[in-house]
């Protein structure tokens, strides 16, 4: 691959990154390809598991603003159509909450904080349970073993 800006060639590397969050600095470092001459290409999909790492640093922080809240939500991929359902609020709230209008409901922040890091895990159990909640639909009964 050669460097779009100088023509060299790009090799694979981690380079540092960083993402200022409600005036908290989360950095790391991101696989990237960088010339000879120090041009860097993040590919998108590095970035975006980057900025769901981020999300979940950011829910495990307790920080609770609009700006945190919206944060979490972009960076899982989630519109806030999508998230208000699965929250039990209109999409015209969220959009209270994170433009500072209203105060963040805890509830809400801290379910979106527990699928940020169920994404950062690449698990998807607790997003599964609200879609199905949100849809009202009841999953079959099971049979469960007890740990002894």
């Known amino acids: 691959m050669k460097c779009i800006e100088c023509g060299s060639a790009m090799k694979a590397a981690k380079v540092p990154h960083k993402i200022v969050v409600a005036m908290k600095t989360y950095s790391g470092q991101v696989a990237a390809m960088v010339c000879s001459k ?15 790492s981020v999300a979940a640093a950011v829910a495990n922080s ?17 519109s806030a159509v999508e998230l208000a359902p699965l929250l039990d609020t209109t999409p015209e709230t969220i959009s209270r909450w994170e433009n500072g209008k209203m105060t963040v409901d805890r509830p809400s922040w801290v379910t979106l904080g527990g699928l940020a890091v169920e994404r950062d895990e690449e698990r998807d159990e607790l997003f599964d349970r609200l879609t199905r909640l949100a849809a009202g639909k009841v999953s079959p009964a099971k049979t469960v073993k007890i740990a002894s």
Do not use: P, S, W, Y
Request: proline residues 0%; aromatic residues 10%; without cysteine.
């Open 38 to 52: 120090g041009h860097e290409l993040i590919d998108g999909k590095d970035l975006g598991r980057f900025e769901v």
């Open 62 to 78: 307790g920080q609770v603003n609009g700006e945190t809240f919206r944060f979490m939500r972009k960076a899982i991929g989630l």
